[in-house]
């Protein structure tokens, strides 16, 4: 195999990253769509567009402000082109999150509004980290060296940790335990936190394979992000026993 995978579209070289990021955001939402037809939504048609404005716009600033401060010494000589490049999924649900949280504030809704997304994100992260393993050490998604025997070479000659494909592994069984709780009596709302603190207690665990730079404390941007998720949710991770 060799790294990073490549296509030519009339001579260019072109990235399956970007094929693969394409078709992980148009398969979410068409997943969202297909489930919204299924359930009988409290949330108005016009309060969801809403909403989901204030998932994108806090998505897209959380994911560069994130991956900005992923590497602290090089903030100061960062471009806007640079800065809006830049980004990291774990940002943009941190950003989502609140994004959603002020405008729900805005236009007055109080419903939880987040179990209807978690397949579509599952589906749509395991379609995108594919892009990202297929891009090697070209995109900032791989390990440190190791000698398991799940190293890879990807791209540099050297064995890594193939942290896409660990990403790919955990959705995988995500999407194995959210089917199995399909069938049960959970409070509104509580899908969604539970695949939050899920996936940023995976984020926090896969950062020390990674070779990232500490922002405070010898922790990265992200992993701050994942302890601030821990935050938001510390009451329903003190009832994470009691579910049923």
């Known amino acids: 195999m060799t790294f990073p995978f490549q296509f030519q579209i009339s001579g260019q070289a072109s990235y399956w990253h970007f094929i693969f990021e394409t078709l992980a955001f ?4 068409r997943l969202y769509y297909f489930q919204k037809r299924k359930i009988q939504d409290p949330i108005s048609e016009i309060n969801r567009l809403y909403i989901l404005i204030g998932a994108m ?6 994911s560069r402000i994130i ?3 992923e590497n602290p010494s090089e903030i100061t000589n960062q471009t806007l082109l640079v800065f809006y490049q830049n980004k990291t ?4 649900f941190l950003g989502g999150l609140f994004g959603v949280e002020i405008i729900k504030k805005m236009i007055g809704v109080k419903i939880a509004s987040g179990d209807i997304y978690v397949i579509p994100i599952v589906v749509a992260l395991f379609i995108g980290r594919m892009g990202c393993f297929l ?9 440190i060296e190791t000698t398991f ?4 070479n990807l791209g540099d000659g050297l064995k890594r940790h193939p942290v896409a494909l660990y990403e790919m592994a955990f959705m995988v069984i995500l999407l194995i335990l959210f089917q199995l709780l399909k069938g049960k009596s959970l409070i509104n709302g509580d899908r969604f936190k539970l695949f939050m603190v899920l996936y940023f207690l995976f984020r926090f665990s896969v950062e020390f394979i990674k070779p990232y730079h500490s922002l405070y404390l010898h922790l990265s941007s992200i992993q701050w992000s994942c302890l601030l998720i821990f935050g938001y949710y510390w009451k329903f991770i003190l009832r994470l026993k009691n579910l049923k």
Do not use: R
């Not at 148009?26 to 939402?29: A, E, K, M």
């Not at 716009?57 to 959380?62: M, Q, T, Y």
């Not at 891009?135 to 390990?143: F, L, R, S």
């Open 26 to 29: 148009f398969v979410g939402i």
């Open 135 to 143: 891009m090697g050490i070209a995109e900032p998604t791989y390990g």
């Open 67 to 69: 991956a900005m401060l």
């Open 149 to 152: 025997f799940t190293g890879m």
């Open 57 to 62: 716009i806090g998505a897209l600033l959380g």
């Open 89 to 92: 999924v774990a940002g943009g």
